[in-house]
């Protein structure tokens, strides 16, 4: 497949709270100020969503909320031991444990703590001066244990094409393959799965063969799908989405429902199902032929993607 430079550029991500997209190198600072922005209205749920968000270590992450959750939980139970409610901000396991973890300081003041210094040994403490009610309290933990990482979605970024003799060839952006230390573990943890799932029903070729493939980690694809009066429809997709996804998306794009079906050059019709576009090799790019009993003068696409025309 052959994909103009000009066409792909870099990929974009779309921010979860305020549905901006943005190229993904600066998506990670929109991000961080987008939650930073909702702190002032949702003060409990958007530090536990920054915790669970923006620690990156998940091992150091389900340290970091259970350590939180004990202390919380230690005057829940025991409302009128003052010992409790004194953290020393020195302590080894507050150091290790709570300091590194973003939010976690402001998870313990909205619970109730306050960071003070004590003049008499010059240590520093969370202090909780006053008790919040039970209610409250239970609150904070509910709200940290039933919080998840929000993480920004792919943006489609759909564009529809005129093919020109000037555009041949194509080269991805590299956010198409860098691959962060995130990424690796990642990676890692998703392969160490599989393997143990499968391998022992695997044939030594099978295993071989899935050890060649991605030398080059690849997350992203450029699928085109080139319609019978030659516009093409270009969109973007993880590396780990399925083929049906693929039709799914072409039926959004479709001036009115119609039947269809997706062709690689020189290979049978691609089967709608599960199968991921690495394995049908479609990663980094493909080039899909749409077919159609359906005949009229009109392109098949709808007229809000007809405006978004451009010469490739």
Known sequence: AVVSTQSTGGLRMVCPICGLSTPKPD????????????????PLQTTCTMIYTLNKDEDKLAIGVKTLVFFVQNVIKSPDEEKYKKIRVNNAGVQKKIMPLVGGVEFLEIAGFTRIADDTDGEEYF??????????????????????RMSPTLDRDVKVLQPSASSQRYELSTDFY???????????RRRAEEAERGDM???????????????????YSI??????????LQGTFSAHATVESIFKFVESSLRHPVAFTLITPGCPPLKRDSTLLKAAGLVPSGLLNLSTSE???FTLLSDELVCKLSDL
């Open 27 to 42: 998506m990670s600072a929109h991000f961080e100020s987008c939650l930073e922005k909702e702190l002032e209205s949702k």
């Open 127 to 148: 202090i909780m001066l006053a008790t919040p009610t039970m209610d409250h309290l239970n609150l904070c933990i509910e709200t940290l244990q039933n919080s998840k």
């Open 178 to 188: 860098r691959v962060t230390k995130e990424d690796l573990m990642a990676e890692q």
């Open 201 to 219: 029903l695997r044939t030594k070729a099978m295993r071989d063969k899935d050890a060649g493939v991605g030398m080059r980690i690849y997350h």
């Open 223 to 232: 699928i085109r799908i080139r319609f019978p009066d030659g516009i093409i």
């Open 295 to 297: 005949r009229t003068e």
